[in-house]
Structures are given as C-alpha cells and as structure tokens.
C-alpha cells in the first residue's frame, strides 16, 4: 500500500526560510544535542532517540541514538505529522494507526511500534523539526515523562538560539559591518595560515589589491550615503568573483585585499584584470567608478607574509601613479629599469646566444657587456662602494674561474654574474643599505631579501639566466646555512660557489664605516678557516694557490 504524501504546513515557506537562518543542516555532531537524545531515551524508557529538522524533501538528523540512517524522505517519517501541530504527537501503536501502519519505518526490520514526538517550536511559531523517543513495542508515556520530553525539546531551540547567538558574535567579529567582507584582522590570520599551508605544499599563492580611483573626489562631491554604496557594491563584485578557498577583506577605507591560493603569477595577473574591467562596467550612483590593483605573489622574496603583503602594496602604489585603472605586478617594479634598457638594446641586436656565429660576434658582445655593466653602475648611484667592489671582484672570479676550468662561454656569464651580484639591493632601503654601523636583526632580514630581488628582476630575460647563479646564490654556503634557499655542498652552482669565495676575500679587504680592512694574512687565515662549511673546500685551495702564484709573479717582478 503507497505511503500517502503528508501535507505541508501552512507556513511552511516562512518555516523554511527559519530553518536556514539557524545554519544547523548538514553540520557535524554537538555534544549538546547527543546529550539531550541520551537523556530522552533514558526517561521515557526507550531504545531510540533522535533530533530531526525537516526541509523541503527530507528529514535530517542532527543526533540520534539507536538509529543508523542519518536522513530519510520528509513522506516516510512520523515528525513531517508532528511539524503539523501545535504539542506532542503521542503514537502507542503504529500498526493500529491508519497514517503509519503501511509506513516502511513500520513494516521494515526497524519495527517501529511505539513514537512519541515534540515539535522544535521557534519563538516565532516555526516548527522547524522535532525531538521524538521510538520503541519496537507499543507504549505511552506518562504525564511526567511528556512533561520532561517537552522540556527537553525547549532545550534544542535554546541550543538553537545559542548557536546562532554565537554565529552572530563570530560574525560581528570577522567581518566588515559595511561591506560584508572578511575584516582585515581576520584575513591577516587567514593569510598566514595559507602562507604557512603554501610553504609545505610548495603550491602558489598570490594577493591581489585594490583601490577605488579618487574616492575621496567621490564622497566630497555626492556624499558619505554615496561613497558607502559604491563600497557596498564593489564589495558584491569581489564576493560573486571570488572562487573557493579564496578570501576577500576590505583592507581599510576604500581599499581591498583578495588571496588567491594556488595561483601564480600570470594568473593572479588575468583575475584582477577581470575584476577591473567588471568594475569599470558596472552602473554606480552619480558618476562611474574605477579601480586601481596590485597583484604580488609568493616567490623567493617572500619569507612571511608580511613581505607579501609590503610587496603587493607597493604594486599597488605603483598602478596608482601609472595613471588608476590599472593593473601592476611587484614583479614589474623590481624589473622596470633593467628591463628598459635592455628592451631598447633588443630592439637592434637579438640575444647573443643567437648571434655568436655571426661576422659582428665581437661587437654583439661587446654591446652587451656595456649595456650589463650600466646596470650595475645604477647601483653605485646609491652605494659608492659597489662600483670598485663589483669591477674587483669580477676580475678576481674571472680569473678563478678560468683556473678551475671554465670555458669561454661560461666566462661571460660569470663576468655578467659578477658585475650584477648586488644588483638586487636596489629594493633595499637606502637606511639599511647605507647604514653607517651594523645591522640589527631586523634590518640584516630586510638585506637578506635582495639575492630574491635579483633573481626577480632579472629571471625573465631568458639569455641572462646562466648569470642568475651568482647574484641568487652566492649567499648559499657548503654547509647549508646559507641563504635563500638554503642549499648545501654542489647543490649550489658552481659559478657561485666560485664568486663566494672572492666576494668575501674583497669585502674583508675593504674598510667599511665601522671597522677597517683586515690584512692579507688575515683574510686568508678566515677563507681557509672557513673551507667545508662556508665555501666549497676545493674552491678555496685553487683560489689560496692563485693568490700565491700572484704573488710570487709580484716578488719575481720587483727583483727583475
């Protein structure tokens, strides 16, 4: 015999719209509500005992105790009868009632005899589900025992009301009370808990920021009212656009954050250009509105998330300046000058590698190493100890390296390498990098960064990358101290391991603010103290042996 479909209550679009404003459907066990089901059963003497709310097509489970299934179809259950009325639904025997005796939950193995039920009432009248007690023989419950089960369903609701009274404070607490977005304390530890995830998995992450184009212009000529609808409706924009596992936060006045996990670069780059264009089309009160947006992502540069977000507020400044409207990648920042200019060399002379065949070899190179060598000049505009130090070193390593073998090809890059090693310390803060006495922690974890800028900045131009090992690593030690990779013994290139050693060999000879160059003796005592765990211990002895055979060639040529 066909179960015969349970009519609805009159309400039941309004009961609806109740029961999901608490949020309960589908979450995870509460101690709370196991321990008013235990307590059910145990009064009214019976095997079985459940929390269940109905939806539009099923009732769901939230505790129960004696039960397996964790939902049924809202028709085949006794609580859709309950919902109906206004107190307990009392069945003594369900196989003597008309609208449950052909009920599956009857003529299956579950037995069911005896089910007593207490509609889950709101303070507004919905009921939203019910707490029953079920026995596999007839029963009835006495008056104390219907009195303790309607007490304990009014317990649920207030569990109910206290769930959603907390969810309120959670809410108020993490989010923007004008735009509805993640506040920016909350997204601060959101972020760090995704950096910190990206770091294990070695997976991307990149944010994105935004800034409304002359906001203030916005709210002096149309008012505040306006200048919050205009927030209120980008914040919309970002919501609907952001996927999962992404978090948007309204930064701080008219500006935006968004993380974008497992994205890189060029993709974080193509969102926020969408965002953009979604912006500059939508139809705002008074007059239209645009944004500018910096995109940064995590790479060798970014040992914490505070650096990504220094990174991709920088780009952002810079999109601003370029003219609003605009997207700006931290990339672009630190690669903007050496990138003109060897886009200016490009435009007449096309990569060496392609051209070393060709009549004018000499010249090619030639044109090249000017334009390399311009770059690092651009350094000793802010340091004037770069200069002397970068053309020393550079011969020294050239020197070594043909020592140990190099070819002439691989010579080039090393002179490249050489002459660009500081280059990254162009995005260091002149009061770190011209600091007069030694850096303090903080300050020597800002410098450490700049092998990161190097190798941001110059790892697009595809003929420079055989010269990227020694401006990236060249901080790398033997023994895996180093930085920023931390690599250890061969791991590191050998062209870096080679400028190393002669870096340090110059830096030591040379005064500095606060202290004076050590001796010759000096320097090499420490290089050959050091050998095995800062440098490369057979890099050490060619190096030691071609400074003895330099100055053996000095005493020969004084005698002479």
Same mark, same amino acid.
């Given at each position: 015999?066909?179960?015969?479909?349970?009519?609805?209550?009159?309400?039941?679009?309004?009961?609806?719209?109740?029961?999901?404003?608490?949020?309960?459907?589908?979450?995870?066990?509460?101690?709370?509500?196991?321990?008013?089901?235990?307590?059910?059963?145990?009064?009214?003497?019976?095997?079985?005992?459940?929390?269940?709310?109905?939806? =539009?097509?099923?009732?769901?489970?939230?505790?129960?105790?004696?039960?397996?299934?964790? *939902?049924?179809?809202?028709?085949?259950?006794?609580?859709?009868?309950?919902?109906?009325?206004?107190?307990?639904?009392?069945?003594?025997?369900?196989?003597?009632?008309?609208?449950?005796?052909?009920?599956?939950?009857?003529?299956?193995?579950? !037995?069911? /005899?005896?089910?007593?039920?207490?509609?889950?009432?709101?303070?507004?009248?919905?009921?939203?589900?019910?707490?029953?007690?079920?026995?596999?023989?007839?029963?009835?419950?006495?008056?104390?025992?219907?009195?303790?089960?309607?007490?304990?369903?009014?317990?649920?609701?207030?569990?109910?009301?206290?769930?959603?009274?907390?969810?309120?404070?959670?809410?108020?607490?993490?989010?923007?009370?004008?735009?509805?977005?993640?506040?920016?304390?909350?997204?601060?530890?959101?972020?760090?808990?995704?950096?910190?995830?990206?770091?294990?998995?070695?997976?991307?992450?990149?944010?994105?920021?935004?800034?409304?184009?002359?906001?203030?212009?916005?709210?002096?000529?149309?008012?505040?009212?306006?200048?919050?609808?205009?927030?209120?409706?980008?914040?919309?924009?970002?919501?609907?656009?952001?996927?999962?596992?992404?978090?948007?936060? /309204?930064?701080?006045? *008219?500006?935006?954050?968004?993380?974008?996990?497992?994205?890189?670069?060029?993709?974080?780059?193509?969102?926020?250009?969408?965002?953009?264009?979604?912006?500059?089309?939508?139809?705002?009160?008074?007059?239209?509105?645009?944004?500018?947006?910096?995109?940064?992502?995590?790479?060798?540069?970014?040992?914490?998330?505070?650096?990504?977000? *220094?990174?991709?507020?920088?780009?952002?400044?810079?999109?601003?300046?370029?003219?609003?409207?605009?997207?700006?990648?931290?990339? =672009?920042?630190?690669?903007?000058?050496?990138?003109?200019?060897?886009?200016?060399?490009?435009?007449?002379?096309?990569?060496?590698?392609?051209?070393?065949?060709?009549?004018?070899?000499?010249?090619?190179?030639?044109?090249?190493?000017?334009?390399?060598?311009?770059?690092? /000049?651009?350094?000793?505009?802010?340091?004037?100890?770069?200069?002397?130090?970068?053309?020393?070193?550079?011969?020294?390593?050239?020197?070594?390296?043909? /020592?140990?073998?190099?070819?002439?090809?691989?010579?080039?890059?090393?002179?490249?390498?050489?002459?660009?090693?500081?280059?990254?310390?162009?995005?260091?803060?002149?009061?770190?990098?011209?600091?007069?006495?030694?850096?303090?922690?903080? =300050?020597?974890?800002?410098?450490?960064?700049?092998?990161?800028?190097?190798?941001?900045?110059?790892?697009?131009?595809?003929?420079? !990358?055989?010269?990227?090992?020694?401006?990236?690593?060249?901080?790398?030690?033997?023994?895996?101290?180093?930085?920023?990779?931390?690599?250890?013994?061969?791991?590191?290139?050998?062209?870096?391991?080679?400028?190393?050693?002669?870096?340090?060999?110059?830096?030591?000879?040379?005064?500095?603010?606060?202290?004076?160059?050590?001796?010759?003796?000096?320097?090499?005592?420490?290089?050959?103290?050091?050998?095995?765990?800062?440098?490369?211990?057979?890099?050490?002895?060619?190096?030691?042996?071609?400074?003895?055979?330099?100055?053996?060639? *000095?005493?020969?040529?004084?005698?002479?």
């Amino acid at each position: 015999m066909p179960v015969v479909p349970v009519p609805k209550p009159e309400n039941e679009n309004e009961r609806l719209d109740a029961l999901r404003r608490y949020q309960i459907l589908d979450t995870l066990p509460e101690l709370a509500f196991d321990d008013v089901v235990r307590l059910a059963a145990y009064i009214c003497e019976v095997p079985m005992s459940l929390i269940g709310f109905i939806d =539009e097509t099923r009732q769901w489970l939230k505790s129960k105790i004696g039960i397996e299934v964790a *939902e049924a179809p809202r028709d085949l259950t006794f609580c859709a009868h309950t919902i109906l009325q206004g107190g307990i639904l009392e069945v003594p025997d369900a196989t003597k009632d008309p609208r449950f005796k052909s009920n599956p939950a009857v003529t299956s193995a579950l !037995h069911t /005899r005896f089910y007593a039920g207490v509609p889950l009432t709101t303070s507004e009248g919905y009921n939203l589900g019910t707490l029953c007690v079920i026995d596999r023989k007839p029963g009835e419950l006495t008056d104390a025992q219907r009195t303790a089960l309607e007490a304990l369903a009014r317990q649920v609701i207030a569990q109910l009301e206290l769930r959603r009274y907390v969810a309120d404070l959670e809410k108020l607490a993490t989010t923007d009370g004008l735009t509805e977005l993640t506040n920016i304390r909350t997204f601060r530890k959101l972020l760090s808990q995704k950096f910190s995830d990206c770091q294990v998995t070695k997976s991307p992450l990149s944010l994105v920021m935004l800034d409304v184009d002359r906001f203030k212009s916005y709210n002096d000529a149309y008012g505040h009212p306006a200048g919050d609808e205009v927030l209120r409706i980008i914040a919309r924009i970002i919501r609907d656009t952001l996927g999962e596992n992404q978090v948007g936060s /309204r930064y701080g006045g *008219e500006e935006f954050i968004i993380a974008l996990p497992n994205y890189e670069r060029e993709a974080a780059l193509c969102w926020a250009e969408k965002l953009r264009r979604k912006i500059e089309g939508t139809r705002f009160p008074f007059s239209p509105v645009t944004v500018s947006l910096g995109v940064a992502e995590k790479s060798p540069l970014t040992a914490h998330d505070t650096d990504l977000l *220094e990174q991709v507020d920088k780009a952002l400044y810079t999109s601003k300046h370029r003219g609003r409207n605009c997207v700006t990648g931290f990339h =672009e920042i630190l690669s903007s000058v050496p990138s003109e200019v060897m886009r200016s060399a490009l435009q007449i002379l096309p990569p060496p590698e392609k051209t070393m065949l060709t009549q004018n070899q000499d010249q090619l190179t030639d044109v090249f190493n000017s334009t390399i060598e311009g770059w690092a /000049r651009l350094l000793s505009l802010r340091d004037d100890e770069t200069a002397g130090h970068s053309d020393r070193v550079m011969e020294m390593s050239l020197r070594l390296a043909e /020592r140990m073998g190099l070819r002439e090809r691989e010579l080039m890059f090393v002179r490249w390498g050489a002459l660009l090693h500081d280059i990254g310390k162009m995005g260091v803060p002149d009061e770190i990098l011209l600091k007069p006495g030694p850096l303090n922690a903080e =300050e020597w974890q800002v410098m450490r960064r700049h092998p990161g800028y190097a190798h941001s900045s110059l790892s697009h131009i595809e003929f420079l !990358h055989p010269a990227l090992d020694i401006p990236y690593c060249h901080h790398e030690k033997w023994d895996g101290t180093g930085y920023p990779q931390g690599l250890r013994g061969k791991d590191i290139p050998l062209m870096a391991r080679i400028f190393a050693v002669v870096d340090v060999w110059d830096a030591l000879r040379s005064d500095r603010p606060y202290r004076a160059g050590w001796s010759e003796p000096q320097v090499q005592e420490y290089i050959r103290d050091q050998s095995g765990t800062h440098f490369d211990p057979e890099i050490v002895t060619e190096f030691l042996l071609l400074l003895a055979g330099e100055r053996s060639r *000095e005493v020969l040529a004084r005698a002479a």
